[in-house]
């Protein structure tokens, strides 16, 4: 992989591999590994704790843009948590 490919070091991207993370076990998107949608509940819903940890930890220190991307992603995130807890109940 030549450097030209290799995503910049920063928050931004950070969080953006932990909310990709979050989709793939909510089956929104491929596991890259196997190229199948896999649910589970359990570590989507720890992938997204996680992003609260990360939110009161790193209160104070985000700049606007960095509020506004995890702000919108943990909202977005729990409502697809709870759809997909909601349809695995029935």
Do not use: C, W
Request: hydrophobic fraction near 35%.
């Amino acid at each position: 992989m030549s450097e030209q490919q290799v995503p910049q070091a920063n928050f931004l991207n950070f969080l953006s591999g932990l909310g990709s993370q979050a989709l793939m076990q909510l089956g929104e998107i491929p596991n890259p590994g196997s190229g199948q949608r896999e649910l589970n509940l359990p570590f989507a819903q720890y992938s997204i704790e996680l992003l609260h940890v990360l939110k009161a930890k790193t209160e104070g220190n985000r700049d606007e843009e960095e509020e506004q991307y995890l702000s919108t992603m943990l909202a977005d995130l729990g409502t697809r948590l709870a759809k997909a807890q909601e349809a695995a109940e029935d």
